[in-house]
């Protein structure tokens, strides 16, 4: 199984960047897909997450700023992140969680807001 991210960089306090993450291989049935982030000296945590259905969850940090969605057909899901503060860089990790309750997790994507 492969996660596989794109769409990190460098932006602007104030800009936006979006984020998109494919899972393929010998998946058996992907049931959540989300985003976590680990800032510099953090622990990782939540960012947003989407059932299969498209019931979603935000960190409360998110405020608005941010919209995870899915495609189920592509196993892929996407973040959009828009108003970007200095205090959201961080290195970006997608993460899967199979039917079997199995989780699989990207190689990350780095994102730096510049103030």
């Known amino acids: 199984v492969q996660v596989v991210e794109s769409g990190g960089g460098l932006v602007q306090a104030g800009g936006s960047l979006s984020l998109s993450c494919t899972a393929s291989?010998?998946?058996?049935?992907?049931?959540?897909m989300g985003w976590y982030r680990q800032g510099p000296g953090k622990s990782r945590e939540l960012v947003a997450r989407i059932s299969r259905d498209g019931n979603t969850i935000y960190a409360d940090f998110v405020q608005g700023r941010f919209t995870v969605s899915r495609d189920n057909a592509k196993n892929t899901v996407y973040l959009q992140m828009n108003s970007l503060r200095p205090e959201d860089t961080a290195v970006y990790y997608c993460?899967?969680?199979?039917?079997?309750?199995?989780?699989?997790w990207g190689q990350g994507t780095p994102v730096t807001v510049s103030s």
């Open positions: 993460n899967v969680v199979s039917s079997l309750r199995v989780d699989y």
């Open positions: 291989g010998s998946i058996f049935s992907i049931v959540t």
